[in-house]
């Protein structure tokens, strides 16, 4: 797809919802001390103050109060927009409803860090699995952690793609974007959900749509934030995204998720990284009941 130059610029720099810092060597088994994590923190407030971002992504969803004052037009409902693209982080990025338990500071680059499923699964939802699944250089995935799946809409006129790059078409470089998000438990389960037919893709009256994303995990909270992905730890998001995240999890059989991996229209493989929780009320939007 042919972009304009600035989208190019963006694109390679950190817009996947994701930006997986694919080349940022890290070492997982020494996580970063809270030290760190408050002068990621202090650099965002720094690199934000008063340049006129709008509001920042992920958060936590039990804090309704927010003073960041950049307001934009909440996008269409997802079932009149296009599905654009598929990704997921290992560990939710968002907290609250049933993803409350905090994984730990990680590396310092998301990984090993965010938000695991807060309740209690069986021993044998907990039983390893023969093979490698979703394999990186960070890790792979194993029974028992949490995802959390963003399923990206834009209502530009586009098809679903790789990365934030399929929102956006030459006839529209400023689309409005949605994503719904929702935070699954892998479990060692062939009866548990298929996440091949959770990212199953169709037309919808006309519109490119996930057509089993869950509608029995409560009511998504609603709010405007941006994108995500650890490489705005320290930067701001420029990117207006409406987003509604679902509190309650859904359990998938890992393996479905680890034969997605090994191929899908979205050219996913793999986990990406986890973006601090933005608690700086002045980098976050106000949630209305």
């Known amino acids: 797809m042919k972009v304009s130059p600035f989208f190019l610029l963006a694109a390679t720099t950190a817009i996947s919802f994701n930006v997986a810092a694919k080349n940022t060597p890290v070492n997982a088994g020494e996580p970063v001390s809270d030290q760190v994590i408050a002068e990621q923190r202090q650099k965002l407030a720094e690199n934000t103050e008063n340049k006129g971002f709008g509001p920042q992504s992920p958060r936590s969803l039990d804090t309704l109060e927010g003073k960041n004052q950049v307001l934009f037009n909440a996008a269409p409902a997802y079932s009149q927009m296009n599905l654009c693209d598929i990704h997921f982080h290992k560990n939710a990025e968002h907290q609250g409803g049933e993803f409350s338990e905090y994984a730990g500071n990680g590396d310092g680059h998301g990984h090993g860090t965010g938000y695991r499923y807060s309740g209690t699964l069986t021993e044998a939802e907990l039983a390893p699995v023969a093979g490698e699944i979703c394999p990186s250089k960070n890790g792979g995935l194993f029974a028992g952690d949490t995802i959390e799946v963003h399923y990206v809409y834009s209502t530009a006129q586009v098809t679903p793609g790789p990365t934030l790059g399929s929102c956006f078409s030459e006839a529209s470089n400023n689309p409005q974007l949605r994503v719904e998000a929702q935070v699954y438990v892998l479990v060692n389960d062939s009866e548990a959900l298929d996440f091949g ?61 680890g034969e997605w991996c090994k191929g899908n229209e979205f050219e996913e493989d793999h986990a990406h990284g986890v973006r601090n929780l933005v608690i700086n009320p002045d980098l976050i939007s106000t949630i209305t009941p």
Not at 223 to 229: K, L
């Open 197 to 257: 037919q959770l990212t199953r893709v169709e037309q919808q009256n006309g519109l490119y749509q996930a057509v089993n994303l869950p509608t029995n995990t409560g009511q998504s909270v609603q709010y405007t934030g941006s994108t995500t992905g650890p490489s705005y730890n320290e930067q701001g998001s420029p990117f207006q995204v409406s987003w509604g995240v679902r509190p309650q999890v859904a359990k998938v059989n890992i393996a479905t998720v």
